[in-house]
């Protein structure tokens, strides 16, 4: 069969031809781009359930579940900023995986210094709250994000009595022999920031009468301290 040329065709079958050409590109400009949805994070199992999931092997799901809750604000086509997650979730997660392996820092670290560091109050307290709350079931190994929590809740929050409330308890349950004593003098000068000076005039007499500093410029340093706030108390 011989080809007919493009001329040859019926001039109704062509202005069809064109009419479903312009109506495609007319579709095609009034469909919406396709849009990558971000997906809500889930509520996580419960201890039991994560206990009979590890096998006997908790250090290494809790490692895998860490990863998952690390790479979660990347989706795909999404990046979902971190202010952005529900954070009563986040914190049930960190929760399941501190109980699989209580050793493990990563849990604090994050809570402290990634979750804890978005610009948002409600949010920010929630996190040094969560990293508190650990805090005291093991304050010897978890008082370094709670340090950090000091430095938030002061800088961050301007809120100078939380910070007072992280320091003090450093200083009364960070009681360790790896604990590095300025952590647990942070009580002392934020007290001093608080005019406080009677209690800081306390805490650190208290300090340099204990027999616990045996740097003497370290005890030069705190002993001037002493003298200033004295002098301060009295003005």
Known sequence: ?????????????????????VLQFVVHGLTPAPHARAIDLAVPP?????AATSLGEPLGLSKALMLYLQAFDNQ?????????????????????IMALDPQSQYP?????????EVPIEAKQRRMLDF?????????????PWLAHG????????????????YAAALR??????DVPRWAQQMDIFLREDMNELESAKVLLGGLLQSGKINDPHEWHFLNEKLKELEKRSQE
């Open 131 to 143: 990293v508190y709350q650990a805090f005291l079931q093991d304050p010897n190994r978890r008082w």
């Open 150 to 165: 000091v430095v938030l809740a002061k800088h961050r929050l301007k809120d100078l009595p939380l910070a007072s409330r």
């Open 76 to 96: 795909p086509g999404i990046s979902i900023p971190f202010r952005d997650l529900d954070y009563a979730r986040v914190e049930q997660w960190l929760a399941r």
């Open 1 to 21: 069969m011989g080809k007919r040329s493009l001329s040859a065709l019926p001039w109704q079958l062509k202005l069809g031809l064109l009419a479903a050409l």
């Open 46 to 50: 419960s201890n039991a359930a994560l």
């Open 108 to 116: 604090l670290l994050s809570a402290s210094r990634l979750y804890a």
């Open 172 to 177: 009364q349950y960070a009681t360790g022999k």
